[in-house]
């Protein structure tokens, strides 16, 4: 490959069309964004952005500063993650033209709208939006920095820019270390990129990408380090399974949910854009890029030799990939290739995209349980029973009506948050919600005050748990500091004609102090 141009060329007519067709899509994410009802991770998201802070549980906070852009809707919730699609867009086309010209920008706009990452990785409001693009400007900025002769201004600048968005990927997810950290191994594995560390651009950009993450590590210092003891524990716990059958089938789950994250027919042209681009003699700058992606999939491997890895995790590698295989397309390259990956690619997106609003899976007979989609949907016929069941929690005592107050909670996080999204649309933002998080992982709602400290004694709790022959074990749990325990109505989410999934509300009046796992009751001194 010749070197790379430090000139920006005048946009011809097709990176026009490119701009065009970026923009196109992001409208169409928008209708999207608009049309599909949250997940429960995005109401969970949601609610941290109703509290904002340096650092979360589970993530950095990026994501909630993302949703708190938007407002109280599903579009809303959306909008920065949409937003951040178009960003990382334009950088992917930026750098795509600065690599292969024009007719790489046109190939990379392509391929970004068709891969079915672009389906739900750029609408769903997820730690994942801010991170693709922090990370589609870190490779720009990079690119650009290399581009640029050694300690010219140009190239500070660049690699200042680079420094800042490493930091906002940081503050997104933490694995988005591995990208810097890739892109050192370069400049020491290829001899022409070595004389980088002699100037002051790499440093500047580590002090930023550090100046930008220290809220969230002193969040964590003083949080005893939560959020990353559960990441780590997370990915790279103890072992699922041991065997070398279980870390097979890992393995091939990775491989799986990555072939269906990019279309299998692009997966196959990505990867082999990446290793063509490793071979000697390719361009610095190229293999920089490769280098990326080989990293961040080796990590994601090894960490499947101990648990599972969610198709989400490794997509960053597939970024520097768009990018390779977009200049190969630009020269002529296997396009012929490239265009049916294309076809089956944007086939796939469609049949997303459709699916999220008309709930295909369901019908075609998956189900509910088992598809991310469905669980999203049938919320609002929850908040209607929901509301009975609030009603029903207010007994009489002694001829007169109860006067404490009724509270919401759910045993998993993802099922609460729904549950205050759901009251929130319905103007009933007074009523706490909480997870009790007596079955499922701890979480964020651990960290917030619950109903230990919340509630005062007498007071009641709507608890919705799933449909269970015995007696549900947060049930046995909470009985002792309950005066009274009566199983409620049968809480059902239906959308679209279709039963989604079944729970049930238990009423717990009379509160008497006291919580699982406390000694000490915790209760307010005034209400």
């Not at 027919?265 to 890029?289: C, P, Q, S």
Request: charged share 15%; hydrophobic share 55%.
């Amino acid at each position: 490959m010749t070197p790379i141009s430090s000139a920006t060329p005048q946009p011809s007519r097709t990176y026009v069309r490119a701009v065009q067709l970026l923009m196109a899509g992001t409208m169409v994410r928008l209708v999207m964004a608009a049309l599909v009802p949250l997940t429960g991770d995005e109401a969970y998201y949601w609610e941290w952005s109703r509290r904002l802070s340096t650092g979360y549980f589970d993530h950095p906070p990026a994501i909630a500063w993302l949703v708190a852009i938007g407002g109280g809707t599903a579009v809303g919730v959306r909008l920065g993650a949409v937003l951040a699609g178009l960003l990382a867009g334009w950088a992917l086309l930026r750098t795509a033209r600065r690599l292969g010209g024009d007719e790489a920008a046109w190939w990379a706009a392509l391929i970004f709208t068709c891969v079915p990452l672009a389906a739900a990785g750029y609408v769903l409001a997820t730690p994942d939006a801010p991170l693709f693009c922090a990370l589609a400007w870190t490779l720009h900025a990079v690119v650009e920095a290399l581009a640029a002769p050694v300690r010219s201004r140009a190239a500070l600048r660049w690699w200042g820019v680079a420094g800042i968005a490493i930091g906002v990927a940081m503050l997104s997810k933490y694995t988005a270390v591995l990208v810097p950290a890739a892109i050192a191994l370069s400049c020491v594995l290829y001899a022409p990129l070595r004389v980088r560390f002699r100037e002051p651009g790499p440093w500047l950009a580590v002090a930023l990408a550090s100046a930008v993450l220290a809220p969230n590590l002193w969040w964590n210092a003083t949080h005893d380090w939560t959020s990353f003891a559960f990441q780590l524990g997370h990915g790279l716990g103890a072992p699922t399974s041991v065997g070398v059958a279980a870390v097979l089938k890992r393995e091939l789950n990775l491989v799986g949910g990555q072939a269906g994250l990019v279309s299998p027919i692009l997966f196959v042209l990505l990867v082999g854009a990446i290793w063509r681009a490793l071979r000697v003699g390719t361009h610095e700058t190229v293999r920089l890029l490769a280098t990326v992606s080989v990293v961040v999939l080796l990590f994601f491997a090894w960490s499947a030799t101990r648990k599972n890895v969610e198709p989400n995790w490794p997509a960053s590698a597939w970024l520097p990939a768009i990018l390779l295989l977009a200049v190969e397309a630009a020269r002529g390259q296997r396009t012929a290739w490239v265009r049916r990956g294309l076809w089956f690619g944007g086939a796939l997106v469609v049949f997303v995209f459709v699916d999220a609003v008309a709930l295909l899976a369901p019908r075609l007979g998956l189900r509910p349980g088992r598809d991310p989609v469905s669980q999203a949907f049938g919320w609002e016929s929850v908040g209607d029973q929901l509301a009975v069941a609030m009603r029903s929690a207010q007994v009489v005592r002694r001829g007169e009506a109860a006067t404490g107050s009724v509270w919401v909670a759910a045993d998993r996080y993802q099922e609460a948050a729904q549950l205050a999204w759901t009251l929130h649309r319905r103007g009933a933002d007074s009523i706490g919600v909480f997870s009790t998080n007596l079955g499922g992982r701890a979480n964020q709602y651990d960290l917030w005050p619950g109903f230990r400290q919340r509630a005062a004694v007498g007071d009641a709790l709507v608890l919705v748990l799933d449909e269970s022959d015995a007696e549900p074990a947060p049930i046995v749990a909470l009985a002792p500091y309950f005066s009274r325990i009566d199983e409620g109505p049968p809480v059902a989410r239906t959308a679209h004609g279709l039963l989604l999934g079944r729970q049930r509300a238990w009423l717990l009046r009379d509160w008497r102090g006291g919580w699982p796992g406390h000694s000490t009751p915790s209760i307010p001194e005034s209400r």
